[in-house]
C-alpha cells in the first residue's frame, strides 16, 4: 500500500489562459479512501488523471510513497485505475476482461487464474466468468471493471465517475459494496464524483475544488458543520445549506422582521453592515408568531419528513423569475404540513446558523 502527494502540482492545458488544476498540495494517507468532489470543470478528474499519468504535470509533483513519479509513464506507477464507461473488451469473457492486465504483465496463467477466481469471489461474479460484456447488466459490468482492477494488487485505485452509468437505485446499492470492498482490501483510493451524496456517504475524507483551487479536505461531518467558505457550505448537503443575507442590528442579524441572536465577536469580524447567513433545511422549526417569514410555493410530502420550499415574505414573485433572493428550503416533521401559498414563521437555534463575511465568502462564526 501507499500514500499518495501531490506538492504544488499544476495543469495549464495549452491553449487555457488559467490553470484547470492550481497548486494542489493535497496529502492522501495509506489505505484512505478519498473522494475528490466539485461541479464539472473544477479540475478533479484533471487532478485524478494527473496521478494516473494521463495528463502532463505543468509544475510541481505528484508522489505515491516515496517515489516522485511526475514523469514515470501510467504502466509504471502500480496504479489501476476505473473508468466511467468500464471499458471493457466486448469480444472476451468476463474472465479474460479481467486477466487481460496480468497477460501483459507476463503472469503465468495458472497465476492469472488464481488471481481472477479470488476476485469474482469477492465480487460475486463467479456464475459470470464466461460470459461477455454485453449479456451483463450496467452494475455486472461495473463490477468486473472493478474486478479487473483488484487482480491486478496496485498500490492505488483511481475510479473516475464509476457509478454515473447506473440508474439510482443501481448507484445507492454499488456505492456501498464499493466502499465495503475498499475497506476490506485496504487500497489507497482515490474517487472522482460531482455527486456530493455519493462523496459524503463514501469518503474517509472529502476533497472539495472549485476553478481549479482547494477549497476544503475533511472528513464528511466537519464539511457539513463547518464548511470555511460560501461554496463548500451551498455545495455540501441536500437539500443545498440556505444561504440568504442578513442586516447587523442590535443584538444580532436581521431577516425579514425577525432577529437572530449572534455574537457580537463573530459580527465584528465581518466587512460590512451585511453579511450571509447560512441555515440547514433541518435547523429550522415551525413557530407560531416568532420566527423568518417565508411565503411557500410548492410543499414535498416523503412520509417522514415534508419539504417546504419558498422563499423571503416579499420575494416569492422573484424566485419565480429567477431574479433575486434564492429559494429557502425547510424539513419539518410534521404530518399536517402548511400549504401552498402559505405565510409562516420558522425558528432557528442561533448555535446553529452559519455566518460568513459578504465580501470574501469565507466563514466568521
Known sequence: MATVSYRDATRIYPGSDHPAVDKLNLEIGDGEFMVLVGPSGCGKSTSLRMLAGLEDINSGSVWIGDRDVTDLPPKDRDIAMVFQNYALYPHMTVADNMGFALK??????????RRVREAAELLGLQELLGRKP??????????VAMGRAIVRNPQV????????????????QTRTQIAALQSRLGVTTVYVTHDQVEAMTMGDRVAVMKDGLLQQVDNPLVLYDEPVNLFVAGFIGSPAMNLM??????GGVSVTDHVIPISRDVLGRASSDTVV????????????????????????ETGADSYLYGALKGHLEE???GESEPQIVARVTTRTPPQRGDLVRLQVDPATVHVFDKESGDRIS
Not at 501483459?104 to 492469472?112: A, F, I, P, S, T
Request: proline share 3%.
Open 104 to 113: 501483459m504483465q507476463g503472469v503465468n496463467k495458472d497465476e492469472r487464474d
Open 134 to 143: 454485453k449479456n451483463l447488466s450496467g452494475g455486472q459490468r461495473q463490477r
Open 157 to 172: 485505485f483511481l475510479m473516475d465517475e464509476p457509478l454515473s452509468n447506473l440508474d439510482a437505485k443501481l448507484r445507492v
Open 245 to 250: 443575507q442578513a442586516r447587523i442590528v442590535e
Open 277 to 300: 447567513i447560512g441555515i440547514r433545511p433541518e435547523s429550522f422549526d415551525l413557530s407560531g408568531d416568532q420566527g423568518i417569514q417565508m411565503e411557500i410555493a410548492v410543499v414535498e
Open 319 to 321: 424566485i419565480v423569475t
